[in-house]
């Protein structure tokens, strides 16, 4: 993994000096999350959970910033919490909670939004993908503030590093700019994080298009791999993923090769072995061979989670216990530093 921005200071309020230090990251529950969430995100964060006090979010909230059904919406949550348990995260390391139990986030979110300039906002290049796919009249304003929300997620729990894709290094560093401006107009707040990005598995593409990035939204069925295919499923997908006319079995950065290259990319971070280690594997051999041992590795991987999800889900009180737990420490993180941006930005304090 690495950090990249790990030459940058941080800083912290005297109220959070003395602590472990913080790890928040979130995915959204819109539809069925995909290997790529795994690899970018929840891989990571099972590896990194011991080190930190994690954070781990469902951010509801940002997956409202495009129209969703409220029962899906409603099944989706409580699914990923099921899924992050399942893929590893443990609740004596980790606070795993529902980004719309914890009020603060709403309020830090719009606080952040009165001082974030609009060009900052219109730099970024989710908007711009999503809101292209989008009759112009439909897109919420939400869409286009959803990086400020995601700040307030990540500076309410003083966080130091923020595990995530490639996709989300530019709203990260849109969090470091709104922090390093908040505090230099209010005095120190906010602790400035760092973005952690995996080596392997920051940008698993589609495998049908190996050419843009894997997404939960995209409906074409050989589009995703996700986490809960029936591995018969899994394996059929792989073996019908785009690759080339070639036959050279190497890593590449050729987009013409993007195929063969987003396969090799899959096997190596299910596999955590190096890339000479793999391309030693493969050489002389096939594009068959190299789909069936990727579709066997992937599937090997997916077991176990798709055995442990299908007993948590059995287990529903435990995942609204978890819920209702993590809410109460979440919120009472959450408020500490709501109420010291409270009092910065002149706003009178209630009597309690
Ligand atoms: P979401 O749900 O779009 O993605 C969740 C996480 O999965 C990663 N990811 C991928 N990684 C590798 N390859 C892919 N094809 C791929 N697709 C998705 C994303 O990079 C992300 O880490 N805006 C965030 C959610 C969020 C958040 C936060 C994250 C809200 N608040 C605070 C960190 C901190 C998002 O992208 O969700």
Not at 38 to 49: D, E, F, I, T, V
Request: net charge neutral; proline share 5%; with cysteine.
């Amino acid at each position: 993994m690495t950090n990249q921005n790990s030459a940058s200071p941080a800083s912290a309020p005297d109220v959070v000096k003395q602590r472990p230090p913080r790890i928040l990251s979130g995915i959204q529950p819109s539809g069925q999350l995909t290997i790529g969430n795994y690899l970018g995100a929840l891989k990571q964060w099972a590896a990194l959970q011991s080190q930190y006090d994690s954070f781990y979010c469902i951010v509801d909230m940002h997956a409202i910033t495009v129209p969703q059904d409220p029962a899906e919406l409603r099944e989706a949550s409580v699914r990923n919490a099921a899924l992050y348990l399942a893929c590893g995260l443990e609740t004596k390391h980790c606070t795993i909670f529902i980004q719309s139990h914890v009020s603060a986030h709403s309020e830090l979110g719009w606080i952040l939004n009165c001082m974030t300039p609009m060009g900052w906002l219109n730099r970024m290049t989710q908007f711009k993908d999503k809101s292209a796919k989008m009759q112009a009249d439909s897109i919420g304003s939400g869409l286009f503030t959803y990086p400020t929300l995601m700040a307030a997620d990540i500076l309410l729990y003083q966080t130091d590093l923020v595990p995530v894709g490639d996709d989300q290094k530019q709203h990260v560093e849109l969090t470091r700019d709104l922090a390093q401006r908040f505090n230099s107009m209010y005095g120190e707040t906010f602790t400035i994080p760092n973005v952690m990005i995996p080596v392997a598995g920051a940008r698993v593409m589609g495998l049908d298009t190996p050419t843009a990035k894997m997404s939960k939204s995209e409906k074409a069925d050989g589009h995703a791999v996700f986490l809960l295919d029936p591995l018969d499923k899994v394996r059929k997908k792989i073996m019908r993923a785009t690759t080339d006319s070639d036959r050279v079995i190497k890593f590449s950065t050729d987009p013409e090769r993007a195929g063969v290259n987003n396969l090799l990319t899959i096997y190596q971070a299910f596999t955590e072995r190096s890339r000479e280690d793999i391309e030693a594997q493969f050489d002389s051999k096939g594009y068959g061979d190299l789909k069936k041992t990727v579709a066997e590795a992937v599937a090997e991987g997916l077991k176990p989670i798709q055995e442990r999800y299908n007993q948590l889900m059995g287990e529903k009180g435990y995942i609204y216990e978890v819920l209702k737990k993590s809410a109460d420490r979440a919120n009472e993180v959450a408020s500490t530093t709501l109420d010291l941006v409270r009092d910065r930005i002149g706003f009178v304090k209630p009597l309690r």
